[in-house]
């Protein structure tokens, strides 16, 4: 056995031994990393939710907008604490969100498609009660956003409060941090710290204004109005507003990512339940079970002891491949699970190549050692291009899937682009390997027996 043989033979049972830790159900961290089997929505069910950009059909959002929105809404579900969320971009006007493991979504969509611009409001020029009666209300300021990154020019108009315009002193873009806390009385409220400017700018207004009304507004309606009893001068002050823990959860965590630059509604909603997607696993499983039985018997019955180095040789690559798949991490749904298994065929194709090409050389009387080292050389052209093109062609889908929202395709594609790659690795290492290994101490002289001639 030659020095590169033994180098590669030291490689491949390094790199198994740390693919089997990987797999284990107990392995949850590797160097800080989380090592997680995430199944999608279809195998574990939960909420799919469709976003729309609430805008007239004729205006066509900024793509740099939309994919801000996205953005935005994945990190406020995250917020939520909603696991293994998937949240694309569908055309020019759509959202998808993937709740998996979420069977009532009310309250995700309540906090997703919120807006969620915060202004602080001048209302000095009002009473306690006046100020009062309008929170809860809708209000109008000198804020108008017209949701293309830009403001327009303050109104003017007159009449009832609610129709009155009010200064807003700043925004929301000026909090540094937001969080979740409770008062003196143990009631919810949200704290908040500002940015040195907002701090500066607050300070001074505070200082001009103190025994005044500074209003508390998200998306136009009053959540608080308090008089400024003191100076706020630190950057640091908190909001009240009757709120639950879970609304308090909700504003904390609007504010925290950021206000959505495009308004969005819910277009369609579908629940997948629990019992579907765990029967669609069993059923998944029990197939691939099916499968791989009946490739082992097709290669060790034809290929007889190259069969049996083939079947060792994918069982390797499963481990690999899977270990990827946790490590990564990759959504497991039911198309790319279909891609996993479609990679396992090529894997296995790469084997019958260069078996193939091995007995063809036998049969031509060549010596056992040079047949598998001429075999494999003139089989590798055909594995080359045969898996090139499939990687090619995974490049394209998985740029379809993530340009068009469709994740089945997505899905689909990165497994399939994954698994491909490994069992180039599986027919450039492990099979050649493994076979130079046996040949070198196992000759056999009936070559009709042994390989099936």
Same mark, same amino acid.
């Given at each position: ?26 392995? !949850?961290?590797?160097?800080?990393? @989380? %090592?997680? *089997?995430?199944?999608? =929505? /279809?195998? &574990? ?5 469709? +976003? ?109 409060? !609610?129709?009155?315009?009010?200064? @807003? %002193?700043? *925004?929301?873009?000026? =909090? /540094?941090? &937001? ?5 003196? +009385? ?268």
């Amino acid at each position: 056995m030659t020095k590169n043989t033994t180098i590669s033979l030291i490689v491949i049972f390094a790199i198994l031994i740390l693919a089997v830790y990987l797999v284990l159900p107990t392995t !949850t961290s590797l160097f800080g990393r @989380t %090592i997680v *089997t995430k199944l999608g =929505l /279809d195998l &574990v069910g939960g909420q799919q939710i469709v +976003l729309q950009v609430d805008l007239p059909d004729d205006a066509i959002p900024d793509r740099d907008l939309l994919q801000k929105a996205s953005e935005i809404v994945e990190s406020r579900v995250n917020g939520l604490g909603v696991a293994e969320a998937v949240v694309q971009i569908a055309g020019n006007r759509f959202i998808n969100v993937e709740l998996p493991a979420v069977q009532d979504a009310t309250e995700s969509i309540n906090t997703i498609k919120q807006t969620g611009v915060l202004e602080f409001v001048d209302m000095s020029q009002l009473s306690d009660e006046e100020a009062f009666a309008l929170i809860d209300q809708t209000i109008r300021t000198d804020l108008e956003q017209s949701f293309s990154g830009t403001t327009t020019t303050p109104i003017t108009t007159t009449g009832a409060l !609610t129709e009155t315009v009010f200064h @807003t %002193i700043m *925004t929301g873009t000026m =909090l /540094d941090s &937001v969080e979740t806390t409770t008062n003196q +009385l143990g009631e919810p409220v949200v704290s908040f710290r500002l940015t040195n400017e907002g701090a500066e700018i607050f300070a001074d207004y505070t200082r001009q204004n103190q025994g005044k009304i500074l209003a508390i507004v998200l998306d136009k309606k009053v959540i608080s109005a308090p008089r400024i009893r003191e100076p706020i001068e630190s950057g640091e002050g908190i909001i009240e507003g009757n709120f639950t823990i879970e609304s308090a959860n909700a504003l904390t965590i609007q504010l925290r990512y950021g206000s959505l630059p495009v308004p969005l509604k819910v277009a369609e909603t579908r629940t997948i339940g629990p019992t579907l997607g765990e029967d669609s696993l069993r059923k998944s499983l029990i197939a691939g079970a099916i499968g791989f039985t009946i490739v082992i018997l097709f290669m060790v019955l034809y290929y007889r002891l190259p069969g049996l180095v083939a079947i060792s040789a994918i069982l390797t690559y499963a481990v690999i491949t899977f270990a990827i798949f946790r490590t990564v991490p990759v959504t497991l749904t039911l198309p790319g699970i279909a891609g996993f298994l479609l990679s396992t065929g090529s894997a296995l194709d790469a084997n019958i190549l260069i078996f193939e090409r091995l007995k063809e050389e036998l049969r031509s009387g060549r010596k056992l050692n040079l047949a598998v080292d001429i075999g494999w050389k003139r089989a590798w052209p055909s594995i080359r291009d045969s898996n090139i093109s499939t990687i090619l062609t995974s490049l394209i889908l998985f740029w379809f899937g993530s340009t068009f929202g469709a994740t089945i395709v997505k899905g689909f594609s990165l497994t399939l682009l994954l698994g491909v790659m490994v069992s180039l690795f599986s027919a450039i290492v492990v099979t050649r390997t493994f076979l130079t290994v046996i040949f070198t101490y196992f000759q056999p002289s009936n070559y009709a027996k042994w390989f099936g001639l």
